[in-house]
C-alpha cells in the first residue's frame, strides 16, 4: 500500500494533535482521523467570550523567541492584535513589591551572566526529543540550582514556572523546567512588553488548524487500542470501533487504559507520569483592577489553593467585569470549599461580591519524577515509539509550552511518517 493511503488515527484534538494530523495532510495523507473527547477541540488553547470581548482559560500568551509557533501564524496569516500584557508582582492584599530584594540584584546579574556558560553543558537540552539525559537534569530543579550556586535564579525561576501551573521547582526535575523556560524564553519573561496575545484569543490558532483537517471527530474519548488479526489496528470509542493503520497518541496517556504492544512495565510508567491540578476561574466582578498581577507569597507550596494571578484582559476599558484567576488544587478541599479560598483572598485585594462565570481545572505539566526518570523513563518512552504502529506525541514528549508543542509533532511527523 502506498503510505499516502494508509489511514492514521490521531487521538487528542488540542494543540499537538491538530498540528500532527495538519501535517500528515499536508505531506499527502489523505486518510487522517482525529478523535476528541471533548465538544470542542483545542484542550489548553481555551478562549472564552463574555459580553463581545475574548478572554483566555488557558494559555494566554507567547514569546517573540518560539518560532515555531511564529511559523505556524505566518502560515495561517494570525495577527498578533491581542492587548497587552503587563504582569506586576503584589502581596496578598495588592500592594506592588518587588520580585528581588535590591540586595541581591548584583548577585542576580552575576548568577544570569553565568547561566549561558553552565546551560551549554546539557547537550541533551538541545535536542527535540529527550533521551541521553545528563543525570544533574533529574534532580528537582531547586537542588539543580543549589549544584550550580543559582540562589537568585532559584527564585527568579520559581516565580515564572510556579505562576504558570507547571509546578514547584522543588519537585519537579530540572529537566522539564529547562526545557520550558530555556535561556531565550527567561529573558523574554523579564521582559514583559515583548509578550504577545491575539485579540480573538488564543483558539485563533485552533480555529485555523480546524479548518484545514477533514476528518475531526468530536465526543468521541478513546478507550483501547487493539491489533486485529490482519495487522490492522482498532481504535475503540463509546460509538464505534475503527480499523487504521497507524496511531498516534497526543492525548494525556492515562486516558487510554489499555493498548495493544505495551507490557506492564509501560503501564506501571503511565501511571507514575505527574499532573498538577490547575485551577482557572473566570468571575464577573463590578470593578476588576487592572493589568496582570502575580501574589508572590503564594507560589510557595505551603500557600497551595491560594490565588496565584489574576488577569483582565482588556484592562485599557474601564469598569472591566470579567477578571480571571488562577491557582493551584489542594487534595483534600471540594470545589466548593477551594472556591470559598479564592474569594476570601479576592477580598483582600478589594474584590467583593465575586459571581462565577466559569471554571474549567487542568491536568497541567505532566512529568515524571527524578526517581522515575533514573529507571529509564524517556528510555522505554523511545523503545515503544512506532511498536505496533503506534506513535506517542503530547505534553509528556514535548515538554509544557506552544512552541515545544509545535515542534516536536513536526519532528514526529518528519521522523516516522
Not at 12 to 28: D, H, N, W
Not at 147 to 168: E, P
Not at 301 to 307: D, F, K, S, V
Not at 368 to 387: N, P, T, W
Request: net charge neutral; proline share 3%; with cysteine.
Amino acid at each position: 500500500m502506498n503510505r499516502r493511503e494508509e489511514r492514521v488515527a490521531v487521538i487528542g484534538g488540542g494543540l499537538s494533535g491538530l498540528v500532527i494530523a495538519e501535517g500528515l495532510q499536508k505531506k499527502g495523507y489523505k486518510h487522517v482521523t482525529v478523535f476528541e473527547k471533548d465538544s470542542s477541540a483545542g484542550g489548553k488553547l481555551h478562549t472564552i467570550w463574555y459580553k463581545g470581548r475574548s478572554y483566555e482559560m488557558g494559555a494566554i500568551f507567547g514569546l517573540p523567541s518560539q518560532k515555531h509557533l511564529k511559523a505556524l501564524m505566518k502560515t495561517f496569516n494570525i495577527k498578533i492584535d491581542g492587548p497587552k500584557l503587563v504582569r506586576v508582582n503584589y502581596d496578598a492584599y495588592g500592594n506592588k513589591i518587588m520580585q528581588i530584594p535590591k540586595d541581591k540584584l548584583r548577585d542576580f546579574v552575576d548568577e544570569l551572566d553565568r547561566l549561558p556558560e553552565v546551560l551549554a553543558e546539557y547537550k541533551s537540552l538541545e535536542c527535540i526529543s529527550i533521551h541521553n539525559l545528563e543525570p544533574s537534569l533529574m534532580l528537582p530543579f531547586s537542588q539543580w540550582c543549589e549544584l550550580h550556586g543559582f540562589a537568585v535564579l532559584k527564585t527568579v525561576y520559581g516565580h515564572y514556572f510556579t505562576s504558570y501551573g507547571l509546578g514547584y521547582i522543588e519537585e519537579v526535575p530540572a529537566l522539564y523546567v529547562l526545557r520550558i523556560l530555556n535561556y531565550d524564553n527567561l529573558m523574554y519573561f523579564m521582559d514583559l512588553p515583548e509578550f504577545f496575545t491575539w485579540k480573538d484569543g488564543v483558539s485563533s490558532l485552533i480555529e485555523c488548524l480546524k479548518g484545514k483537517i477533514l476528518d475531526i471527530r468530536l465526543g468521541q474519548k478513546v478507550t483501547r487500542i487493539s491489533k486485529t488479526a490482519q495487522g490492522k489496528l482498532c481504535v475503540y470509542t463509546d460509538f464505534e470501533e475503527l480499523e487504521f493503520d497507524k496511531v498516534v497518541i497526543t492525548s494525556p496517556l492515562y486516558e487510554i487504559s489499555d493498548v495493544d504492544g505495551w507490557d506492564e512495565e509501560m503501564k506501571q510508567l503511565i501511571n507514575t507520569i505527574r499532573y498538577q491540578d490547575f485551577h482557572v476561574y473566570a468571575f464577573i466582578v463590578d470593578k476588576a483592577p487592572k493589568g496582570c498581577g502575580c501574589i508572590l507569597e503564594n507560589l510557595s507550596i505551603e500557600n497551595r489553593g491560594h490565588i496565584i494571578i489574576w488577569n483582565t484582559r482588556w484592562d485599557s476599558l474601564r469598569n472591566e467585569e470579567l477578571i480571571m484567576v488562577y491557582a493551584y488544587g489542594r487534595a483534600e478541599c471540594s470545589n466548593k470549599e477551594a472556591l470559598e479560598i479564592i474569594k476570601g483572598d479576592l477580598s483582600k485585594l478589594g474584590i467583593e461580591s465575586p459571581r462565577l462565570y466559569k471554571h474549567v481545572v487542568w491536568q497541567q505539566c505532566p512529568h515524571a519524577d527524578s526517581g522515575i526518570l533514573k529507571r529509564g523513563f524517556y528510555e522505554k518512552m523511545e523503545e515503544v515509539q512506532g511498536k505496533n504502529n503506534i506513535f506517542i506525541a503530547g505534553e509528556i514528549m514535548s515538554t509544557v509550552s506552544m512552541e515545544n508543542s509545535i515542534r516536536y509533532s513536526n519532528y514526529l511527523i518528519e521522523k516516522y511518517f
